[in-house]
């Protein structure tokens, strides 16, 4: 056999090898360029330090979502409709759900996440998840009564704004999950009647209800002397 003939066979291993390289999918590509700028590189999230811009990605496992706001641009979010044609928002809609979601939303308990927000996330968005004003700080805790189990997953991961992160360390994916579906359950709560108050919080509410009885006291003694003084 000639010398040319063995180095030709001698290189064909590294030729194939170089060709079955795998190369980024045209979802990553696509992500990479128009996406990870705000939701960063690996979906993990980018924030100014009171804005939740960029949210954190890896809690997401429905494409149809991830295709919505592509096509309807929620909140600041460019439109993308103009830009990508049908495949390439299929694209990365898959990329984001089968390569970035990597925190499951499985595994959670209701009760246990009641208790988790309760320590974690109630000082700031308060129990009713309604939200409200932080101290000494300017700026309001969201409330979280229409974000997805998805986003709430993803910003406990990534600590939008002033918020703290809470890493596996802290909160384990399920404890995450836990959560998440706490915050889902407190969107739409039980109903038992009367008015909720906005869901201010009993002791709110129990003033409320006191002053209001106070008020229909007053009425009533004035209304019985006439009227006068």
């Known amino acids: 056999m000639s010398a040319p003939l063995l180095v030709a066979i001698a290189a064909t291993p590294c030729i194939h090898g170089q060709q079955a390289k795998p190369s980024a999918s045209e979802g990553e590509v696509i992500f990479q360029q128009q996406c990870a700028k705000c939701h960063g590189d690996r979906g993990q999230g980018r924030s100014a330090l009171v804005s939740i811009a960029g949210p954190n990605l890896q809690a997401e496992h429905d494409t149809g979502k991830v295709l919505t706001a592509i096509y309807t641009g929620p909140s600041h979010m460019p439109i993308f409709s103009y830009l990508l044609s049908v495949p390439q928002a ?10 970035l979601a990597v925190i499951p939303l499985t595994g959670g308990n209701l009760s246990e996440g009641g208790e988790l927000f309760r320590v974690y996330c109630a000082s700031c968005h308060r129990t009713a998840v309604r939200g409200g004003p932080l101290a000494f700080t300017g700026v309001n805790a969201p409330q979280l ?60 509410e129990g003033l409320a209800a006191w002053v209001f009885l106070f008020l229909v006291l007053g009425g009533t003694m004035w209304i019985e002397k006439g009227g006068e003084g």
Not at 90 to 99: D, F, G, P
Not at 161 to 169: E, I, L, S, T, Y
């Open 90 to 99: 299929n694209a990365v809609a898959k990329y984001v759900t089968q390569s």
């Open 145 to 204: 009564t229409n974000k997805s189990r998805a986003l709430i997953a993803g910003a406990i991961r990534w600590g939008p704004g002033p918020m703290p992160k809470f890493p596996p360390a802290v909160l384990s994916d399920e404890q995450v999950a836990s959560v998440a579906d706490y915050v889902s359950y407190m969107q739409h709560p039980p109903n038992p009647g009367g008015r909720p108050l906005h869901f201010i919080g009993p002791v709110a």
